[in-house]
């Protein structure tokens, strides 16, 4: 097997911009009944009805008036377990990410939930759901999947149980959401590899790196063909030397502890990065590597919890990726809220430019 690259140096990371609350650039408060919320994992969407490129930004637990001033609740102030945003801002460094809308709901206004969570799956069920988070997201040939987890109870220190993860598809440019029964990984034991999920692209697969529940295992490796996203049979693991059809095959990739994370290629460095938490370090850390099955450098540090305390998250912008900077998005648990970072990088020795 091939050595590990080594490490990434990052030269910089800055704080450029609050995104959601109501003392951020966005005024979510006022504008979409967001008070606070958390994750903004992000994804080119492609063009909207006036033909212009957009991302979509897709947080979690979504709170409005009456919330609690800090972490996620209560569930009585405008509970949404999760909203989308479409956004077309292109001079990031002058404006940050404007969001310019919201699938909102048509009675109340406001930003929607637009993924449905199991509303009769009752507390005393074997398997309730607490909440449905989504971890990723991508758009092919203009149909929309999101990677969401059902959340069963969470502990402390990173840990949750979900009872399954799935895809969400939308076909109509986010307005509505399905849940097909075909994509969904099953996590009765606690032990499936694909409960929290990172989508990436390359000209011709679909790439789909994920995790066991909660924020301290390695991450594992997917791909499947573009037209199939949706139809969990169809999914393909990296064992370390090839792909197979049996996710028991699958090895790890990145070693954990990986939380929430993102994976985009950088155009400009040339290679792939992958940034997630890590909860042991308490910290926001990144990998690169020439290929996607890796080998993938030792994650490096681009925050901590000494100067953000409670930070999480980590999900890269993918379309400032030409020079040596990388534009990326924290949550911090108290104020509950996200925000845009900014980090310059460098690559030690050469670096194939080829994905």
Same mark, same amino acid.
Request: aromatic share 10%.
């Given at each position: $097997?091939?050595?590990r690259?080594?490490?990434?140096?990052?030269?910089e990371?800055?704080?450029h911009?609050?995104l959601?609350?109501?003392?951020?650039?966005?005024?979510?408060?006022?504008?979409?009944?967001v008070?606070a919320?958390?994750?903004?994992?992000?994804?080119?969407?492609?063009p909207g009805?006036?033909?212009?490129?957009?991302v979509?930004?897709?947080?979690?637990?979504?709170?409005?008036?009456?919330?609690?001033g800090?972490?996620?609740?209560?569930a009585?102030?405008?509970?949404?377990?999760?909203v989308?945003f479409?956004?077309?801002?292109?001079? !990031?460094?002058?404006?940050?990410?404007?969001?310019?809308?919201?699938?909102?709901?048509?009675?109340?206004?406001?930003a929607?939930?637009?993924?449905?969570?199991?509303?009769?799956?009752?507390?005393?069920?074997?398997f309730?759901?607490?909440?449905?988070i989504p971890?990723?997201?991508?758009?092919?040939?203009?149909?929309?999947?999101?990677q969401?987890?059902?959340?069963?109870?969470?502990?402390?220190?990173?840990?949750?149980r979900?009872?399954?993860?799935?895809?969400?598809?939308?076909?109509?440019?986010a307005?509505?959401?399905?849940k097909? !029964?075909?994509?969904?990984?099953?996590n009765?034991?606690?032990?499936?590899?694909?409960?929290?999920?990172?989508f990436?692209?390359?000209?011709?697969?679909?790439?789909?790196?994920?995790?066991?529940?909660?924020?301290?295992?390695?991450?594992?490796?997917a791909?499947v063909?573009?037209?199939?996203?949706?139809?969990?049979?169809a999914?393909?693991?990296?064992?370390s030397?090839?792909?197979q059809?049996?996710?028991s095959?699958?090895?790890a990739?990145?070693?954990?502890?990986?939380?929430?994370m993102s994976?985009?290629?950088?155009?400009?460095?040339?290679v792939?990065?992958?940034?997630?938490?890590?909860?042991?370090r308490?910290?926001?850390?990144?990998?690169?590597?020439?290929?996607?099955?890796?080998?993938?450098?030792e994650g490096?540090?681009?925050?901590?919890?000494?100067n953000?305390?409670?930070?999480?998250?980590?999900? $890269?912008?993918?379309?400032?990726?030409?020079?040596?900077?990388?534009?990326?998005?924290?949550?911090?648990?108290?104020?509950?809220n996200v925000?845009?970072?900014?980090?310059?990088l460098?690559?030690?020795?050469?670096?194939?430019?080829?994905?």
């Amino acid at each position: $097997m091939n050595p590990r690259p080594a490490p990434l140096t990052v030269t910089e990371t800055v704080l450029h911009s609050k995104l959601t609350g109501a003392d951020s650039i966005n005024d979510t408060a006022r504008r979409f009944g967001v008070t606070a919320t958390d994750l903004g994992t992000i994804w080119e969407a492609g063009p909207g009805a006036d033909g212009v490129e957009r991302v979509f930004l897709m947080f979690g637990d979504t709170y409005g008036d009456g919330w609690g001033g800090r972490g996620a609740g209560p569930a009585t102030a405008d509970w949404r377990t999760n909203v989308l945003f479409a956004s077309t801002t292109t001079d !990031i460094e002058a404006e940050g990410i404007r969001l310019d809308s919201a699938v909102s709901r048509v009675r109340r206004g406001g930003a929607a939930q637009v993924i449905r969570r199991n509303r009769l799956n009752l507390p005393r069920a074997k398997f309730p759901e607490h909440t449905l988070i989504p971890n990723t997201g991508i758009t092919v040939d203009g149909v929309h999947y999101v990677q969401w987890m059902s959340v069963t109870f969470w502990r402390g220190g990173g840990r949750w149980r979900t009872f399954q993860a799935g895809i969400a598809v939308s076909r109509d440019d986010a307005r509505t959401w399905s849940k097909p !029964i075909r994509g969904r990984w099953l996590n009765l034991l606690g032990t499936d590899r694909f409960q929290v999920g990172c989508f990436a692209r390359d000209d011709d697969w679909v790439y789909l790196l994920g995790t066991t529940n909660g924020r301290h295992g390695p991450a594992y490796l997917a791909r499947v063909a573009p037209d199939r996203v949706d139809r969990v049979a169809a999914y393909e693991y990296w064992d370390s030397e090839r792909w197979q059809s049996r996710q028991s095959r699958a090895a790890a990739v990145v070693p954990g502890p990986v939380g929430e994370m993102s994976v985009i290629f950088h155009e400009g460095l040339g290679v792939w990065l992958a940034m997630h938490l890590d909860e042991d370090r308490a910290a926001i850390v990144i990998h690169h590597a020439e290929r996607i099955t890796g080998p993938w450098s030792e994650g490096v540090p681009v925050a901590t919890g000494v100067n953000y305390p409670a930070l999480y998250g980590g999900f $890269m912008h993918p379309w400032f990726c030409a020079d040596d900077r990388v534009y990326w998005l924290m949550s911090q648990w108290d104020p509950y809220n996200v925000f845009l970072m900014r980090s310059t990088l460098a690559v030690p020795g050469d670096a194939s430019k080829e994905p």
